[in-house]
């Protein structure tokens, strides 16, 4: 039996992932949900964000189906209380240090893209984000030194391995789609990312196949709006994958639309599936979310977890069918609501 976690968590979260499952439930596949609070809900709930037992059940899981953390009634709670401790608990625990997120125009949204429609349909990347290490992880401190002065300080590290073992999966990726690896860092003024560099340096004479190209974070993020055709893989640490994704969405028309895939390894069970975006409290309970993204990452839960390829691809196949045929969601300039997209796409799958 295969069993898959369900953390909807807060605001457009469970809203996203109810579509989601919907999807899965329709393929046939045997499948088994077990639902779990987390975030601002497990907060409220059971007054923690990540409570042990929604860390058993997302350990016992064949995957996780993870929809967004965050609730802005938990803003001036004790950092530990906050909802999107229960996201980078998760990460930690799990050891999710691949992060897939894949950025794509589908057929049609040219027109919700933020850029002119010739440059849109040459996006073909996937970003990938180190997520067990960087500022998110390293010593951190907000402090009153004794005249009275407030300091805060998040400490930016990588060591060797992490980084080797983030660059393996980025090359292995790249031989697989178009040979071509870009590792974006800001080694010009920061010793983590001149490490950076130097490793993955060092491993691409492993990988002669590869062509590797070295990219500052500000230009990276500047050509991904001048010409984003360029990218294959695009590998790089955790604070800059997470902007640079989020810019990435927007170039195929919506935050809305970006799936993601956090794994141990390249491929393998245990993984966690989530939207990149987060819970959206000025729009949740209204029924406008796009759940997409959401349904694109069940897609991803498929192939790298269930090694099921057939059922994501006609999911995604749906998806696009959907698009084609003009459903859309009001951040891709539609009237749908979120559960009519899902309907949308249900009806689209063969
Ligand atoms: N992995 C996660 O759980 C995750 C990711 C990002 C942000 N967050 C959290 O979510 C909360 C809100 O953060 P934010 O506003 O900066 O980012 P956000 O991604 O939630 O929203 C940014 C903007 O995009 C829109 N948007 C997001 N998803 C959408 C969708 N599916 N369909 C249509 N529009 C969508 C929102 O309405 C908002 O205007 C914060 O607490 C943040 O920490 C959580
Ligand atoms: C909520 C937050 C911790 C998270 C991150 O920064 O990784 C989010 O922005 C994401 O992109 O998954
Ligand atoms: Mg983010």
Redesign the pocket.
Known sequence: MTTIAILA?D???PE?TVQARRVLEALDLDLTFEEAPVGGAAYFAAGHPLPPETLDVAKRADAIL?G????PRCDALERKFR??QA?LGLRAALGLFVNLRPATLYPGLEDASALRPEVAREIDMVILRELNGDVYFGEKGYRTAANGTREGYDVMSYNEAEVRRIAIVGFEMAKRRKNKLCSVDKANVLETSQLWRDVVIELSADYPEVALTHMYVDNAAMQLVRNPGQFDVILTGNLFGDILSDQASMCTG???MLPSASLSAWSGANGLY??????????AGQG????C?AILSAAMLLRHSLEQPEAAARIEAAVSAALVAGAR?P?LGGTMTTSEMGDAVLAALV
């Open positions: 968590g605001g457009i979260g996203v993870f967004a953390v965050g609730d909802p999107e996201i919506s935050i809305g989530e939207p990149i975006h987060g819970s959206a409290p000025d729009i406008k979310a796009n759940p993204a969601t951040d």
